[in-house]
């Protein structure tokens, strides 16, 4: 089945600053890869995700890049903020699969202080 | 979207016994996933649970201590039996939204810790 490596598993930034947490997956069939954010005592809730057709995708402050050949992905997170606070994971799956389950990483403690 | 509902939110146990979390969705869906989070840890896949059909569970989980139902496409229960301490986490169900290309969520999960 697939591994996910993510590191790493803890990260302090500066407010302002810029954090960036990796991935790498072991199965080339894999083709959807989702971040999740997951605030204390809370569910974990996608915040971007990205497919194996695309190399970059955006949203605001929050940016995923995937390098097929490398299989290896990665989250920015520009201009941090305080609230950007929480445990990140990233996961990968072959959504064609029948199984349609996630394969998630260790997670990522992201601190950010003010 | 999907939205999911957990019951209990919460339980305290007593070792030897056993209990059962209730996950219902507001939409039909093929698969539900039940997953188990250990303190600082990430998430584990216990089994899946297609309707009308036997539960598939993960290496490192058997069915005489997580049995699974799915009665219907909107409903799953995961009963933790014969608890121990080491039973002590937060279980969490999830599905695939109905939507192309839509995420998988999760639900508020069902913190549970066992004397």
């Known amino acids: 089945g697939e591994n996910v490596e993510q590191h790493p598993s803890t990260l302090s930034v500066q407010e302002g600053d810029s954090a960036v947490i990796k991935c790498t997956y072991s199965d080339s069939a894999s083709n959807y890869f989702p971040w999740y954010k997951q605030e204390l005592g809370k569910r974990p809730q996608l915040i971007i995700d990205?497919?194996?057709?695309?190399g970059e995708k955006k949203d605001q402050r929050i940016a995923v890049t995937l390098n097929k050949t490398a299989k290896h992905f990665s989250l920015h997170i520009t201009e941090t903020q305080p609230e950007d606070s929480a445990v990140y994971f990233c996961a990968a799956t072959d959504r064609g699969s029948t199984l349609g389950r996630l394969y998630f990483g260790r997670g990522t403690q992201l601190t950010v202080w003010p | 979207s999907a939205v999911i509902s957990q019951k209990p939110s919460r339980d305290i146990c007593q070792r030897g016994t056993s209990l059962t979390i209730q996950c219902q969705v507001d939409s039909q869906v093929t698969m539900m996933f039940w997953y188990r989070q250990q303190p600082g840890q990430s998430l584990t896949l216990i089994a899946t649970?297609?309707?009308?059909?036997?539960?598939?569970?993960e290496s490192g989980f058997v069915i005489d201590k997580f049995p699974i139902s799915r009665p219907n496409l909107t409903f799953s229960t995961l009963t933790v039996s014969n608890m121990s301490p080491e039973d002590s986490s937060i279980y969490l169900c999830?599905?695939?939204?109905?939507?192309?290309?839509?995420?998988?969520?999760f639900g508020p999960g069902t913190r549970l810790t066992v004397l």
């Open positions: 999830s599905v695939w939204g109905l939507a192309e290309g839509n995420e998988q969520f």
């Open positions: 990205i497919r194996s057709n695309v």
């Open positions: 649970a297609n309707q009308g059909s036997e539960a598939t569970y």
